[in-house]
Each structure stands twice: as structure tokens, then as C-alpha cells.
């Protein structure tokens, strides 16, 4: 199935901190996409990427984020100043970008910002 | 309102029951996923259907494209098979999918 690989799967974080995480997507796979996972199963798109460059984010994602997805390194996405509210599933997800295809998830990141 | 609107929001079944679940969204979709997602969280794609019949395994979807529904259906649930299933649709390409809140489903033996 996916071959996406996000790391850290677990990550606590007070606030303030800052909280990184890591995501490898899929060989050949140039778009990645960032989403966040709230506990009520909401899902927010959050940024995506075509290669090296941003093709969207949301407003929140550019104030308080920061985001790459450098070459042959893997993407990440880190929250400068953590707040209790960012307590979420983090998800990576690639494909292709030839038309409208699957999207292949990693396992995400599981923050706790105590 | 939510575009993407799954139902039952929860299901019980006892092990080799059937399951129906459905999909219904309000836009024009051009992809259509049914995702599982496990209790720890990671997200596995189950089946790519815009639009027709498509099965794998003991898993059916079928989506009518132009009444903007879809449906899975489970044949001979499993102990297995609980967890979360969320649909999403792809209808605007740039920010990917758009997901429902999912169906929770319990299979107990």
C-alpha cells in the first residue's frame, strides 16, 4: 500500500515549543500534501507542495508554520510556538500530479502540546 | 455546510454480518477515496471510485457520479474490520481531498 513515511509517529510539546516532524513521500511522488487531523475527525488542508515549491497554504499554516520540502531531503513541517490547540493528527500524503489520482497517506504524527 | 456527509456516523456488527456505508457530497467531485483508518491513526486508501463499480477483497463501492453519492459496502465483517471508515472527494485539485467525519465501525465476535 502507501509507502509515505512520517516521523515522529508520537510527539509531546509544551507550549511555546517548537514541534518538527518529518515526512518521506512516496518515490516519484512530486506533490505532498500537509493535513491536520483534529479529535472530532476533522481534517484541515493545511499546505501542499509540487516539488520544491508551495502551490498552496492556508493563512494559519503561513503565520505559524514553517514548511519545506527541500530536494533529496525529506519534507517537514514544524510549528514555531506550539499552542494546546495544535494537538492533532498530523497527515503527509503524496501522488503523482497527473490529474486527479489517489492520495497516498503516511501514519502521521500524533502531537500533544500539554 | 459540510460538503462530504457520511452516515451512520457509528455502526455495530457481529462478525460475518454485512455493512453498508454511505457517502453523499454536495459538489462535483472528480475523485472519490474510501479510506480506513485504524484506532492509532494511520490512514490506508481502501478504494479509488469516481464513479462505478469497483470491488476489492470483501470491500464494493459503488458511486453515482450525478445523484453525488457513493456507498461501501463490507461483505462478512471481521473482528478486523473495526475502525474508521472516512470518504473523501477530490474537488478542488490544488488542496487535494476533502473529507467526511467518517463512520466508526465496531466488529465484535
Known amino acids: 500500500n502507501s509507502k509515505v513515511i512520517q516521523t515522529p509517529r508520537y510527539l509531546v510539546k509544551g507550549q511555546g515549543q517548537k514541534a518538527k516532524m518529518r515526512c518521506i513521500p512516496e518515490?516519484?511522488?512530486?506533490?505532498v500534501f500537509w493535513y491536520q487531523q483534529n479529535k472530532n475527525n476533522e481534517f484541515k488542508f493545511l499546505i501542499n507542495?509540487?516539488?520544491?515549491?508551495?502551490?498552496?497554504q492556508i493563512d494559519m499554516t503561513e503565520k505559524r508554520f514553517s514548511a519545506e520540502c527541500p530536494s533529496n531531503s525529506p519534507c517537514s513541517l514544524e510549528i514555531q510556538s506550539s499552542e494546546a490547540g495544535d494537538s492533532a493528527l498530523y497527515l503527509c500524503?503524496?501522488?503523482?500530479?497527473?490529474?486527479?489520482?489517489?492520495?497516498?497517506f503516511g501514519s502521521g504524527t500524533r502531537l500533544t502540546v500539554l | 455546510g459540510q460538503q462530504v456527509q457520511q452516515s451512520p456516523a457509528s455502526l455495530v456488527l457481529q462478525e460475518g454480518e454485512n455493512a453498508e456505508l454511505q457517502c453523499n457530497f454536495s459538489?462535483?467531485?472528480?475523485?472519490l477515496q474510501w479510506f480506513y483508518q485504524s484506532p492509532g491513526g494511520s490512514l490506508v486508501s481502501l478504494l479509488s471510485?469516481?464513479?462505478g463499480t469497483k470491488h476489492t477483497g470483501r470491500l464494493t463501492s459503488t458511486t453515482v457520479t450525478k445523484e453525488r453519492r457513493s456507498s461501501l459496502h463490507i461483505s462478512s465483517s471481521q473482528t478486523t474490520d473495526s475502525g474508521t471508515y472516512l470518504c473523501a472527494i477530490d474537488n478542488n485539485y490544488a488542496q487535494g481531498l476533502t473529507f467526511g467525519l467518517g463512520t466508526r465501525v465496531s466488529v465484535f465476535p
Open positions: 471510485n469516481p464513479s
Open positions: 459538489s462535483t467531485a472528480t475523485q
Open positions: 500524503a503524496s501522488r503523482t500530479g497527473r490529474g486527479a489520482e489517489t492520495l497516498y
Open positions: 507542495f509540487q516539488n520544491q515549491e508551495v502551490l498552496q
Open positions: 518515490k516519484g511522488h512530486p506533490v
